[in-house]
């Protein structure tokens, strides 16, 4: 992906909470769009290989999660964590992982990932089709920045991780804002 294009125009299958509903699964089914994401904002994206995966919910995750006050002054609207998982998984994770700030994007199968390039097969991990971990910064749906893990390949033997880490993004809009300025 590079600077300068938009990002897939895609319908995602989520489930959102709604009171309305009785009962232990109040849930209903909503489609959102990429614009319904993306369009007027000034976003982080990132996307990682699975929810509850090591690296994805002790480091990724919660840095973006508990650094969300440092994105927003630095002009971030919404913080994005995708993964090529349903919407149930992705909702339990950001359950389990108490997600406040930080707002969960299922890629069930896999076609937002897919137009962005990302996706790979992790067969040799039992996982199938996967997104390789990237994160971008996304203005009005347009990359504006792009950090994606070294060594892109089918069945990896590792996760590398560092370019897409909250730290990364976080220094680069911050020296994108000194450059303005």
Known sequence: MQKGVRVPNITFRTR???DSIDGPN?????DMTSDDYFKGKRVVLFSLPGAFTPTCSTYQLPGYENGFADFAAEGIDEIYCMSVNDSFVM???ARNQELENVKVIPDGS???TRGMGMLVNKDNLGFGAR???YA???NDGVVEAWFEEPGRCDNH???PYGESAPETVLAWLKEAKEAVA
């Open 16 to 18: 959102v909470r709604d």
């Open 26 to 30: 109040p849930f209903r089914w909503q």
């Open 91 to 93: 909702n339990a994770w």
């Open 110 to 112: 896999g076609e937002f």
């Open 131 to 133: 997104s390789w971990r």
């Open 136 to 138: 971008a910064v996304i």
């Open 157 to 159: 033997g590792e996760d």
